[in-house]
């Protein structure tokens, strides 16, 4: 007897994994975890001003030793030059994701990041809870020391 077919809605992932992952290998970029995890790999203070955009793999990839490849970054254009400095960290710390010498240096290209979601402002504390938390505190002599422990706790009790 032949299995029934599935009758329940697959997953989006499945269904546009392929896709998605042969617009990456046109990009140069074995899998995509470069670019979803690229904040991971070189630090948010980098990844804030720029992005992978492609790969660039040297012709002649058939000998044993591959030379390395050529990472193109998308960079803000004020933070191009800050960049730039970076590029040693930058060419490590992605080195050091793939675990191979894959990347040998980094091309500039100034434009626009995508867009991004911005993360939002924690709300001001309340004064309330900051002078009843405080209240609560054993004896502390500096008073600074004192309101800063009682905001810290009006914070953590907040989330």
């Given at each position: 007897m032949a299995k029934p077919s599935r009758?329940?809605?697959?997953?989006l992932s499945e269904l546009l994994g392929a896709t998605i992952a042969e617009r990456?290998?046109?990009?140069?970029?074995?899998?995509?975890?470069?670019?979803?995890r690229w904040a991971d790999?070189?630090?948010?203070?980098?990844a804030a001003h720029c992005e992978p955009l492609r790969i660039q793999?040297?012709?002649?990839?058939?000998t044993d030793d591959p030379e390395p490849a050529t990472l193109v970054l998308r960079v803000e254009g004020p933070a191009a030059l800050e960049i730039q400095h970076q590029s040693a960290v930058i060419l490590e710390r992605v080195n050091r994701?793939?675990?191979w010498q894959a990347i040998g240096c980094l091309a500039l290209r100034q434009a626009p990041l995508r867009k991004r979601n911005k993360p939002k402002?924690?709300?001001?504390?309340?004064?309330?809870?900051?002078?009843?938390?405080?209240e609560k505190l054993?004896?502390?002599?500096?008073?600074s020391l004192r309101t800063a422990v009682a905001r810290l706790g009006a914070s953590v009790k907040r989330k």
């Open positions: 009758s329940f809605p697959r997953p990456f290998a046109q990009q140069g970029f074995a899998s995509r975890e470069l670019v979803t790999i070189v630090g948010a203070d980098i793999w040297p012709r002649n990839a058939d994701f793939f675990g402002r924690p709300e001001a504390l309340n004064e309330e809870e900051v002078s009843q938390i405080a054993p004896e502390i002599a500096d008073d």
